[in-house]
């Protein structure tokens, strides 16, 4: 039998879910992920394991909606699905550890953004090679070449920078620097 202190302890939980959730849902848009994907994994993160039956019951979301937002979370490392014999729902997880979210989604998407402008570098610099070493261009133009490919080649530091970075998070080296919690510091 529940009585009122039991009711009022109820209502907090629900109240701070809620605010979690709210807060969550908010900030998902700096993994690339709409609001409502949002709710879905801080619902998820504060559940076990939910079906897309039951997520869609307790989010009302379309199917279609919920499909996608779980697909896109799953890209990002943020959901996992659960494997579960004899059943044909399929069920998912939120990935607790913000670290792991954290990781396996910039850690892409920096490898995606050095690599691709590490590339786009090599061959504008190949261009400007042309340019510069051409005998029948102006010098003003070859000067214009040469300022470009100073430049350009300059950049290349940020993204091999970024790649190091990259691979400091996945080896979890960078934790040695900036330790998880202030607790892990080594004291001296």
């Given at each position: 039998m529940s009585n009122s202190?039991?009711?009022?302890?109820?209502?907090?939980?629900?109240l701070a879910k809620n605010e979690v959730i709210g807060a969550?849902?908010?900030?998902m848009d700096l993994y690339g992920v709409t609001p409502s994907a949002g709710t879905l994994y801080a619902t998820?993160?504060?559940s076990d394991q939910m079906n897309l039956n039951e997520m869609r019951d307790e989010l009302?979301?379309?199917?279609?909606s919920m499909s996608t937002s779980v697909r896109k979370l799953q890209d990002n490392g943020m959901v996992k699905r659960i494997f579960q014999q004899g059943t044909r729902n399929h069920t998912y997880a939120a990935e607790k550890d913000f670290f792991k979210s954290f990781m396996s989604f910039y850690c892409k998407m920096w490898e995606r953004e050095a690599e691709m402008n590490l590339d786009a570098i090599e061959e504008a610099k190949r261009h400007?090679?042309?340019v510069i070493e051409a005998e029948d261009v102006s010098q003003a133009l070859k000067d214009e070449a040469k300022e470009q490919f100073e430049l350009i080649d300059q950049s290349k530091t940020y993204y091999n920078w970024l790649k190091r970075l990259s691979n400091s998070v996945k080896t979890e080296e960078i934790f040695s620097f900036?330790?998880?919690?202030?607790?892990?510091?080594?004291?001296?």
């Open positions: 202190y039991d009711k009022s302890a109820e209502e907090k939980i629900v969550i849902s908010e900030t998820l993160y504060l009302n979301m379309s199917k279609p400007l090679n042309e900036l330790p998880k919690d202030m607790n892990d510091e080594k004291t001296e």
